[in-house]
Structures are given as structure tokens and as C-alpha cells.
């Protein structure tokens, strides 16, 4: 019986330990409550969730504003370098990129999925010795490396790079 008494002990005093680890986890660390992780450069949430952190909005507004995809999902990933210059004032590079993954494949999705690669060129565009062949300009600065998905159930291409991925140039 002191034997179970004593396990127990140890089994609630190492779940407890855990709870403590997990609830003092620093602010500026893991996810916030719209999906961003600003430490490890990603996003994870929904188009309304992306709305509410990104515009400031509430989640009524933005379930409007987003509609009918407010309640697709959205995976954003970003480099380091993207991350310096988009959110810390550093200057921008070719090696600044951000990955979008758009899916709203499901019965209370918008039915459309997308995929789409972005990476910083400068204002010279075509002319960079970051731009690839098949690119296509966004933002001012900024190609379309790759560019795809389904909508109404037909596949479509809308960019495609060679090589679509980063840091080929």
C-alpha cells in the first residue's frame, strides 16, 4: 500500500510539474490567440482568424469580411529574413519569403484550395537578380513564385517558376 501511495505521489507531483512548465510558458513564445507564432515565423488558423490579428477586427466583422471563407484554413509560413524586414525594420533580401496554404475543402469551407509561394525581388522586378523565369510581379516588389489550386473543382496554374522553390536564383 506504500509502494501505491508513494507512486501516486510521484505521478502527481511530475503532472503537476508539467502543468506548471506549459502555464509559464513566456509570452512571446507559441501561438497567440489568432493562430500567430511570431518566434517560429508561421500562422496557423482560420481566414477569420487570420482577419481578427491581422486587421484588428472581431470575429463578427471579419466573419463578414471573409465570407465565405472565414472559416477556411490558412497556413502561413515566413523565413527569418522575411521576418526581419516585414516585422523588425531590416532590410529586405532575396532571401525574404512567405508560403501560403489556403484549403477550404470541407462542407463549411469555401470549397476552394490554394497554394502560393512569395519571395522578395526589389523594386527592379524582372530585372533582379533574385526574379525567376516564369514569375509573375505582386506588390511592387515581390514575385509570384508558384500559384496553384482548385476552385468550382478545376485545377488551375496561375504561376509556375523554374525552380518553384526558395533560394534558386
Sequence with gaps: MKKKIAALAVAGT?????????????????????????????????GSEWCQGKLGQTKTYCDTYMDPYHNDHLKMKWSKAWDDARFHGGDWTCDAWVDNQW???????????????????????????????????????????????????IHEWWTNTTPAGYGGY
Design 14 to 46: 511530475l503532472l503537476l510539474s508539467a502543468v506548471a512548465a506549459f502555464a509559464a510558458k513566456p509570452s512571446d513564445k507559441g501561438f497567440d490567440e489568432f493562430g500567430y507564432n511570431y518566434n517560429a515565423g508561421n500562422f496557423v488558423g482560420t
Design 103 to 153: 484549403n477550404g475543402a470541407f462542407p463549411e469551407g469555401s470549397g476552394e484550395v490554394w497554394h502560393s509561394r512569395i519571395v522578395w525581388v526589389g523594386s527592379d522586378l524582372e530585372e533582379s537578380e533574385c526574379w525567376r523565369d516564369g514569375g509573375s510581379p505582386i506588390w511592387e516588389s515581390f514575385e509570384i513564385l508558384m500559384d496553384h489550386g482548385v476552385a468550382d473543382n
